[in-house]
């Protein structure tokens, strides 16, 4: 990166304060410009004790397994966007569904079904 896309400044590689990274900083507007990389949805389809694998068509990995994954676009939720990216690479369908992940700690699973108190 030589210029701001914000002032069209030059910039320069330093640490700013509070930072640990060298990050591209403009001389002229101070703008910060963060380069971070794309981030990445996908999921593993499965259907009873059968499961979803896509054959790489592309580099790279050309021809390895891989579960239906890609680039999150702009305002996609990552359940959206690993839904979709399953609906492009392989034409199925994909819904989110509990997973350990999601369910909630046996505490407060107890907690939750406990029987209101009553009043004396």
């Known amino acids: 990166m ?3 896309n914000l002032c069209g400044g030059p910039v320069a590689l330093q640490i700013p304060e509070g930072d ?23 999921c593993l389809p499965t259907v009873g004790d059968r499961i979803l694998l896509c054959k790489r068509a592309i580099e790279p990995r050309y021809g390895k397994w891989t579960l239906p994954a890609g680039f999150m676009e702009n305002g996609e939720t990552s359940a959206a966007g690993a839904a979709r990216e399953t609906w492009e690479e392989a034409a ?6 509990d997973g350990p992940a999601k369910k909630k700690p046996a ?10 108190a009553s009043k004396p």
């Open 92 to 97: 199925a369908k994909a819904k989110a569904e």
């Open 20 to 42: 640990e990274r060298e990050r591209h900083v403009c001389q002229n507007c101070g703008h910060i410009h963060y380069i971070n990389p794309k981030v990445i949805v996908g």
């Open 2 to 4: 030589k210029f701001c």
């Open 107 to 116: 505490r407060r699973a107890a907690a939750a079904e406990a029987e209101p």
